[in-house]
């Protein structure tokens, strides 16, 4: 006897429901791992003095004592300070220069912290200073 009954195969559904929390899972990982904060670079420029008197003339010498401590004209400030006098240099003589020299056992990012903020005033005439032995 011969079976003329058709049979419907029922189809196989793919499920969207663990695509969607591989999708999720991709997000939450990319969003905690991507860096929101805005990069910029700072111009380290080669300072043209040679000698103290030449600094005293034309620049700044700035000294990061520690952190959060810094020494300008032989007396030790603080960042809004340093901001002020820097300015008030910067208003007699637009080409003045600052020069940042950072004490032994100072952190990086103590020295990039004063670069960022005082480049924001002189531009591109800043230069790091290492320390004389």
Known sequence: MI???????????ISLTPLIDVVFIL?????LATSFTKWHSIHLGFGEATN?????????LVEIVSESNYQIDGSIKNMPQIESI???KLKSNPEH???????????????VYVMGQLSKLVG??????????
Request: cysteine-free; overall charge positive.
């Open 3 to 13: 079976n003329f009954e058709t049979t419907n195969p029922k189809k196989n559904l």
């Open 27 to 31: 997000l939450v990982f990319f969003m």
């Open 52 to 60: 103290v008197s030449d600094i005293d003339k034309k620049g700044t």
């Open 86 to 88: 820097v300015r008030n």
């Open 97 to 111: 220069f600052v020069l940042v020299q950072p004490r032994e056992n100072v952190p990086l990012q103590e020295l």
């Open 124 to 133: 591109k005439n800043i230069s790091v200073a290492k320390e004389q032995k």
